[in-house]
T-cell receptor
Framework: ETGVTQTPRHLVMGMTNKKSLKCEQHLGHNAMYWYKQSAKKPLELMFVYNFKEQTENNSVPSRFSPECPNSSHLFLHLHTLQPEDSALYLC????????????FGSGTRLTVV | AQSVTQLGSHVSVSEGALVLLRCNYSSSVPPYLFWYVQYPNQGLQLLLKYTTGATLVKGINGFEAEFKKSETSFHLTKPSAHMSDAAEYFCAVTRADSSYKLIFGSGTRLLVRP
């Protein structure tokens, strides 16, 4: 148990579906992150939240919509995705955005068909 | 802008042999440098980090890395590989001027032969 829990672990969705990824941490951290990990590519930072406020949107397409209702929970809402969006989506948290000792979840393996 | 280059997408060593994973960075200001490890079906785990002070940094599981400013390198080493070290290793860099973007390399997969 890493302290950051992501659900579901695996998700298969059609291009017209709407689904959500969930991330939860009870480490008392105030910053949360979404990363995309594709095969043979570096991890890509998608979104950053600090004290529930979005501080970074790394030019992510609007078909990905993040939500951070409180410092312990982070969601990634998905709609009308493309096959190239298939990847491992990793959530991470840290004490705040100046703390780089991130704690990562195990990820959600997303397949878009 | 910062960037990270990890030489070798795959490194194979025998059990008990030296592990050397290479990382070079590019940064216009003093960097903070990190190594993370990812075991199969898991998220990333922080191995060690360099921010300021001693350039030789010791981490978990017997790994260490040395910050060499003149070579813009932060290579990861372990004197004796263990089968349990088989995983993917990521080098990462950020700026020491309060920028909070952590930039990751492409990763190096370490294979340990019996």
């Amino acid at each position: 148990e890493t302290g950051v829990t992501q659900t579901p672990r695996h998700l298969v969705m059609g291009m017209t579906n709407k689904k959500s990824l969930k991330c939860e941490q009870h480490l008392g951290h105030n910053a949360m992150y979404w990363y995309k990990q594709s095969a043979k590519k570096p991890l890509e930072l998608m979104f950053v939240y600090n004290f529930k406020e979005q501080t970074e949107n790394n030019s992510v397409p609007s078909r990905f919509s993040p939500e951070c209702p409180n410092s312990s929970h982070l969601f990634l809402h998905l709609h009308t995705l493309q096959p190239e969006d298939s990847a491992l989506y990793l959530c991470a948290s840290s004490q705040d955005i100046s703390d780089y000792g991130y704690t990562f979840g195990s990820g959600t393996r997303l397949t878009v068909v | 802008a910062q960037s990270v280059t990890q030489l070798g997408s795959h490194v194979s060593v025998s059990e008990g042999a030296l592990v050397l994973l290479r990382c070079n960075y590019s940064s216009s200001v003093p960097p903070y440098l990190f190594w993370y490890v990812q075991y199969p079906n898991q998220g990333l785990q922080l191995l060690l980090k360099y921010t300021t002070g001693a350039t030789l940094v010791k981490g978990i599981n017997g790994f260490e890395a040395e910050f060499k400013k003149s070579e813009t390198s932060f290579h990861l080493t372990k004197p004796s590989a263990h089968m349990s070290d088989a995983a993917e290793y990521f080098c990462a860099v950020t700026r020491a001027d309060s920028s909070y973007k952590l930039i990751f390399g492409s990763g190096t997969r370490l294979l340990v032969r019996p």
